[in-house]
């Protein structure tokens, strides 16, 4: 069993910037961002190959940047130019197995190990 933390959310003015850290307590394959707001579904944000391939979904491309440091077992998420609708709870994620697909596993039950998440808030 892997244990996923995350840290680094916060409070951020519209236009600023958060960087988000998920470290895993063992070895991990595809790993991904996952955020929820107040009221609605858990979403993707993006996702990441061991290889560090990245996929995002379009509301945050250009602005957020997945990486990874498989050394460290850590996995990252630099957000620029936050928006008030980026807020939520965030959440990292991460499979017990590798997969060719691993940058396009969007969906919730994909994935095997999940953080406690961090919370983001960004005001107008």
């Known amino acids: 069993q892997v244990q996923l933390v995350e840290s680094g959310g916060g409070s951020v003015q519209a236009g600023g910037s958060l960087r988000l850290s998920c470290v895993a307590s063992?070895?991990?394959?595809?790993m991904g961002w996952f955020r929820q707001a107040p009221g609605k579904e858990r979403e993707a944000v993006g996702a990441i190959a061991p290889t560090g391939g990245t996929t995002y979904v379009d509301s945050v491309k250009g602005r957020f940047t997945i990486s990874r440091d498989n050394a460290k077992n850590t996995l990252y998420l630099q957000m620029n130019s936050l928006k008030p609708e980026d807020t939520a709870m965030y959440y990292c994620?991460?499979?017990?197995?590798?997969?060719?697909?691993?940058?396009?596993?969007?969906?919730?039950?994909?994935?095997?190990?999940w953080g406690q998440g961090t919370q983001v808030t960004v005001s107008s």
């Open positions: 994620a991460a499979t017990s197995l590798w997969t060719v697909t691993c940058s396009l596993l969007f969906q919730t039950g994909q994935y095997d190990y």
């Open positions: 063992g070895v991990t394959y595809c």
